[in-house]
């Protein structure tokens, strides 16, 4: 029978303490396993990618072990997590059989080191759910949008609420805010942490990402995620 998700707290006392805890410390935990699950893209990241503009620039905002850095070998990508483990197996590449050089780096998803206005797209894939209050998520969004050059593009996937035909089976009336286990097995012993999640429900990444100042070019559903092709609004600053 799988683990199931407890309850975490919507408006965390200390979100700091609490995505230190249950997300950046329990990422490197956890690295070489996770990676190991994580090699094939997605079809919809995969063809945002392959359709970017021979020579474009742009990044993999919460990039894990880089399997997205060289879909496209026409397009230039800097990648950043800020898990260092996950970005020592984007370095090597052993993970997905890269064979080009990469450019990764370890930065925080709201305090990232870009420049402003410099990008023409970008992607964070599973990686805004984990920010741990409502005002976090915002500022994620907006650190996005900041980076891009007026007419980028970003592509942005976060978990839905609604997985009732998944394993999982959250859906509309489930506690939005959670923790969700990972387990691994060594040496005949078993190993359970829990990651913070936030679950979206339908339409709020949308609204998340018009209060940052953004607007939405395209949405839909996939993989029990919610996914967004964002660009800054004519009034974003």
């Known amino acids: 029978m799988p683990l199931q998700s407890q309850s975490a707290t919507p408006h965390p006392a200390d979100p700091l303490k609490l995505e230190n805890t249950h997300v950046h410390a329990i990422y490197d ?26 020579g474009s620039v742009g990044l993999d905002i919460g990039c ?7 879909v496209n070998p026409e397009i230039y990508i800097l990648g950043s997590d800020r898990s260092s483990k996950l970005i020592e197996l984007a370095r090597t590449g052993k993970e997905v059989g890269k064979k080009k050089f990469v450019d990764v780096g370890i930065a925080d998803g709201i305090e990232a080191p870009f420049r402003k206005s410099r990008f023409d797209f970008a992607i964070s894939i599973a990686v805004v759910h984990h920010f741990a209050t409502p005002e976090r ?3 994620a969004v907006r650190s996005i949008l900041r980076a891009l050059r007026q007419g980028g593009t970003a592509l942005v996937y976060v978990w839905a609420l609604e997985q009732k035909n998944s394993r999982r089976g959250w859906d509309e009336g489930h506690a939005q805010d959670v923790m969700v286990p990972w387990v691994t097995e060594k040496d005949g012993a078993r ?33 029990d995620n919610w996914w967004v092709i964002i660009e800054r609004g004519k009034d974003f600053r």
């Open 191 to 223: 190993t359970v942490v829990e990651r913070y999640y936030h679950l979206y429900r339908k339409g709020e990444i949308e609204a998340d990402v018009e209060a940052a100042g953004g607007k939405v070019v395209e949405g839909g559903y996939e993989r």
């Open 64 to 70: 894990g072990n880089g399997k997205y850095l060289s």
């Open 29 to 54: 935990e956890i690295a070489p396993h996770f990676s190991q699950t994580r090699y094939k893209p997605w079809p919809i990241v995969q063809r945002y990618l392959e359709s970017r503009p021979r």
């Open 137 to 139: 998520r915002l500022e």
